[in-house]
């Protein structure tokens, strides 16, 4: 019997084969590792740039709605916009790091007691959602969020995070950012707002392509109206503070008046005196749902006689999206 030759490959470089378990491990590992680096770089690389476009603005060009967006910067946004913004989706913006886990916790018990559903996500997390990933997905998405909600809020910071969410949140079908909003309902741009106008666009948030600022009714103009009245709660308690840490704000100025109508953008049909209703539905409500309040983590205004809402003392609160 002839003996086998040799192998002249030295002993350390000769390939061992592992089990199929130790390789797929070592594969996942290496995704894993792939994954946390070039999230890391992506998200610096928004930090100074701006995002050219994202994942839901994909879907809506594939669905023939288009995607319309004129970029912002946040020194020019009016104050009253950004102001709305934290009233009515997160009252303790500057407070947290990315994660209100009161508000969380409020809406596991409401979610888990039936009814409505509300989640309980800060602008921190609305926003690396928006930048980086899609609406849906489940627990994975949610989970992939929390990752890019920790790192723009160490990467970015608050500034950051507020202009990017003012310019990429959705405001209307085929719509992106407060500029294109106030383009779209009120034909001018967002530098320049009424009160009433930057609340009609934050209430519109939670849900952009059933609700409308134009004509809006029932819960989205009493929403609306809620929010205007907490701008001064807003502005009072410096709950805003932390969006203009070492740059000046915008000085307030009034909206210009605007003599021809609005330009059109995708899905104006919708936004009419007679909206259609949404497609899940076969008649537009005539009144809210016994259920439907305000989201959680806006900020709570105190009791007041229903003619005047009050500016009083409140305890902000975050905000569910």
Known sequence: MAKRAKSTIPQYRRRRKGSFLGRLLGWILKLIAAFLLISV?????????????????????????????DWLPITKIDRDMVRTSIAAEDGKFCQHHGFDWD??????KRNASGGRIRGGSTISQQTAKNAFLWNGGGYPRKAAEAWFTF???????KQRIMEVHL???????GTYGVNAGSERYFGHDASAMTGIEAARIAA???????????APKGFTRRYGNTIAARIGVVA????DACVYKGITPPAKKAP????????????ADYETANPPPPPAQ??????????????????????????EPAENSIQPTSNAG
């Open 41 to 69: 770089l992506w998200v610096l690389a928004y930090r100074i740039i701006n995002p050219p476009i994202t994942f839901n603005m994909l879907g809506d060009m594939i669905a023939g709605r288009g995607a319309a967006r």
């Open 103 to 108: 508000a969380i916790q409020d809406a596991a």
């Open 151 to 157: 790192l723009i809020e160490h990467l970015w910071g």
């Open 167 to 173: 310019n990429l949140a959705e405001t209307g079908i």
């Open 204 to 214: 519109v948030f939670p849900l952009p392509k059933e609700r409308g600022a134009i």
């Open 236 to 239: 009072r308690d410096g709950l």
């Open 256 to 267: 210009p008046k605007v003599a021809a109508k609005p330009r059109p953008l995708p899905g």
């Open 282 to 307: 076969t008649t537009e409500p005539q009144a809210p749902e016994p259920s439907e309040t305000a989201p959680a983590n806006e900020v709570s205004a105190p009791a007041a006689p229903q003619s």
